[in-house]
């Protein structure tokens, strides 16, 4: 077997390996490095490439991946598995979405691939794991969530040709009713575009929500789900679990706020909406009604605005628009 | 004492008659010089009677208390409430703006707005906050409640001043009427530079209510649950007419112990709040950036869970869990 090797984790043969990838520095000079886990079966097949925590405040990803490999056999695995489940590690400990040392031009890194050497410390960032993924990953699945801890659903590269199919057969084995085939116009610098772009078939799931919001039972449910496409995939042997017609969209709506306050919730994810259902309540400082939020679409909610305070220009609601079941 | 022609008045908040009157409280100014204020309501009823005085987000990110006492206001008929509700139900505004326990301004100091009081008009901005609001409770308050969250949804217990004399037996008589099992007679030794000790040094019967988690953490059955149980405090007072609900023994404690984390890391909860728990007992484990087990967390306290960590990360120090010690029911 060739030596497999993603920064200082090394695999010579099959098993299980950890270790660091360099995708920066610190300020005061130390390496701004994330772990990796690899972990190589004694039969070939496809490499997928799993990470987590391109937004630092969605912990839940990092705890599915470090399930799955603490319940991983490499002896039952056809094919390897790459994965980084704390990828913006200087946000993560900053328990917040960015990196603390992005002063300058927002940092998104899931809208910074697929970077570069020169650029912003995101920028940068994206470019050290990105080449490797490139290098690496017949697959690509990134581990995210939204706001609540109720937020289950995925999105695909409708890409044309075989890269679109084999992504769609992720996202029907993977099984959330919830499911937007993505035009390959949104989500520019996105892990998932780019390398949809590079002919990578790709997969985001969104399951839980910020900072502590998700459950042990969610971990376990997206795990088994990972599994399901591992099979798909003929990494591992096993019935593959029918999920059903899943419930397609032709794109989401970012609604933003525009007004700030208290807010209290009305729906919860998953739920049908018209045009004009109420969203949630807003109250003044003083606990008085000061208006309700509508949906300006018709749709499912992929994400909701949990309160108890927002101000103006916060994400609100996410809509999928046009579902229709498939 | 409060009479019928007294004009209570509270920053821009003046009541004069029967109703609920709103304003706001100038705390601070900002460091554009903009006033800081803070939300004012007085509730005054229609008969004579206690001055109730309530606190909510005195650490910026515990929403939930605000929550409540905007529930106990909206469903309040001053035309049957006797006596007055005084409530600034989010006290430490700049923090709560920001989703954070202490103020962005207090940049200096310590800056935990419940160790700053009766605060200091020449002091850093959180002394100068406490002082602005602690005036006005020192001068109208007959009995004061401090609404505050710990870690988690499931958070549920209360403490009230253990003053000798007649200040503590009130100051008990509102946390039996609250009734949260898990309740801990507070010696006056702790918490220095709180409301509730301030208070009840100066004779003001206080209580502190922790129901629900930072941030979002908190459902509307908890918000529903603590107006009702802050209305059964206010029936314990002759404050509302109905006959007070008697909730049966609590548990007390003879202190509370905070234990801080040893170390780091990811972070999962083995215990729930109000589970007992042995010197020993596995209350979480701490796990490595690969998903390793770095290290098993004992207690080393037998007694209650308080509060306990929700990860999902935590730093050294943290808090990781409060326990309520020697529990016996009373």
């Known amino acids: 077997?060739?030596?497999?090797?993603?920064?200082?984790?090394?695999?010579?043969?099959?098993?299980?390996?950890?270790?660091?990838?360099?995708?920066?520095?610190?300020?005061?000079?130390?390496?701004?490095?994330?772990?990796?886990?690899?972990?190589?079966?004694?039969?070939?097949?496809?490499?997928?490439?799993?990470?987590?925590?391109?937004?630092?405040?969605?912990?839940?990803?990092?705890?599915?991946?470090?399930?799955?490999?603490?319940?991983?056999?490499?002896?039952?695995?056809?094919?390897?598995?790459?994965?980084?489940?704390?990828l913006n590690i200087t946000a993560f400990r900053a328990k917040q979405r960015m990196s603390p040392f992005e002063g300058f031009a927002g940092g998104d890194l899931n809208r910074s691939f697929p970077g570069r050497t020169d650029g912003t410390l995101t920028e940068q960032m994206a470019h050290a794991i990105y080449t490797e993924l490139k290098a690496h990953a017949s697959y690509l699945i990134d581990l995210h969530t939204a706001m609540t801890a109720d937020v289950r659903w995925a999105l695909f590269p409708n890409a044309p040709g075989e890269v679109g199919k084999k992504s769609e057969s992720m996202a029907r084995a993977f099984g959330f009713t919830s499911t937007l085939p993505a035009p390959m116009d949104i989500l520019a610098g996105s892990a998932m575009m780019v390398a949809a772009h590079d002919g990578i078939p790709s997969l985001i799931v969104e399951a839980g929500g910020k900072g502590p919001a998700f459950t042990a039972a969610l971990v376990s449910d997206v795990v088994e789900r990972l599994r399901n496409v591992m099979r798909q995939l003929g990494m591992v042997s096993g019935p593959i679990a029918q999920h059903g017609p899943l419930?397609?969209?032709?794109?989401?709506?970012?609604?933003?706020?525009?007004?700030?306050?208290?807010?209290?919730?009305?729906?919860h994810c998953g739920e049908r909406l018209k045009v004009g259902t109420v969203l949630g309540h807003y109250y003044d400082l003083w606990g008085q009604p000061a208006g309700e939020a509508l949906s300006p679409h018709a749709g499912v909610v992929l994400a909701i605005h949990p309160g108890p305070v927002l101000a103006s220009g916060e994400t609100l609601v996410h809509i999928g628009l046009d579902p229709r079941d498939v | 004492m409060i009479t019928a022609t007294t004009v209570i008045r509270v920053g821009t908040a003046?009541?004069?008659?029967?109703?609920?009157?709103?304003?706001?409280?100038?705390?601070?100014?900002?460091?554009?010089?903009?006033?800081?204020?803070?939300p004012v309501a007085i509730a005054r009823g229609a008969g004579q009677g206690p001055v109730l005085w309530l606190h909510g987000c005195v650490h910026g990110d515990e929403y939930c208390g605000a929550f409540i006492i905007h529930e106990l206001l909206r469903t309040l008929d001053t035309g049957r409430l006797t006596g007055v509700v005084v409530a600034l139900p989010m006290l430490n505004i700049t923090a709560s703006q920001r989703g954070q326990r202490m103020s962005p301004f207090a940049t200096f100091g310590y800056g935990d707005l419940n160790r700053c009081f009766p605060g200091a008009a020449d002091g850093a901005f959180t002394d100068q906050m406490a002082h602005a609001i602690y005036g006005g409770l020192r001068q109208y308050a007959d009995y004061f409640i401090d609404f505050h969250t710990a870690l988690t949804p499931d958070t549920r217990w209360a403490l009230f001043a253990n003053a000798p004399g007649d200040v503590g037996r009130r100051s008990e008589g509102m946390a039996r009427a609250f009734g949260l099992k898990s309740t801990l007679p507070a010696p006056m030794d702790i918490l220095g530079g709180s409301a509730m000790i301030a208070a009840a040094r100066n004779g003001i019967p206080s209580l502190i209510v922790e129901m629900g988690g930072i941030g979002p953490a908190f459902e509307r059955e908890t918000v529903l649950e603590g107006a009702e149980r802050l209305r059964n405090v206010m029936r314990h007072l002759g404050m509302l007419a109905e006959k007070p609900t008697e909730h049966g023994p609590l548990t007390y404690f003879s202190n509370f112990a905070w234990v801080n984390a040893t170390r780091g890391g990811l972070f999962e909860q083995a215990v729930q709040c109000g589970q007992r728990v042995d010197k020993g007992t596995l209350v979480g484990r701490y796990i490595g950036a690969h998903g390793d087990t770095l290290e098993e967390v004992k207690s080393p306290h037998a007694g209650i869970v308080l509060a306990i960590h929700p990860g999902p990360a935590m730093g050294t120090g943290d808090v990781l869990v409060h326990i309520g010690l020697d529990p016996r029911d009373t």
């Open chain 1, 247 to 267: 419930t397609y969209f032709s794109n989401f709506a970012w609604v933003r706020a525009v007004q700030g306050g208290l807010f209290q919730r009305a729906v």
């Open chain 1, 1 to 86: 077997m060739a030596t497999l090797r993603i920064g200082t984790a090394v695999l010579e043969g099959t098993g299980i390996a950890r270790g660091y990838l360099k995708v920066g520095d610190m300020p005061d000079g130390r390496p701004m490095q994330v772990p990796v886990l690899l972990g190589r079966g004694t039969k070939p097949g496809p490499t997928l490439w799993l990470h987590g925590c391109v937004h630092g405040n969605e912990a839940c990803g990092a705890f599915v991946v470090h399930r799955l490999f603490r319940e991983l056999d490499t002896a039952a695995l056809s094919g390897t598995i790459v994965a980084l489940p704390i």
């Open chain 2, 14 to 38: 003046e009541a004069a008659g029967v109703g609920v009157t709103r304003g706001e409280l100038r705390v601070g100014d900002a460091p554009d010089g903009e006033p800081v204020t803070i």
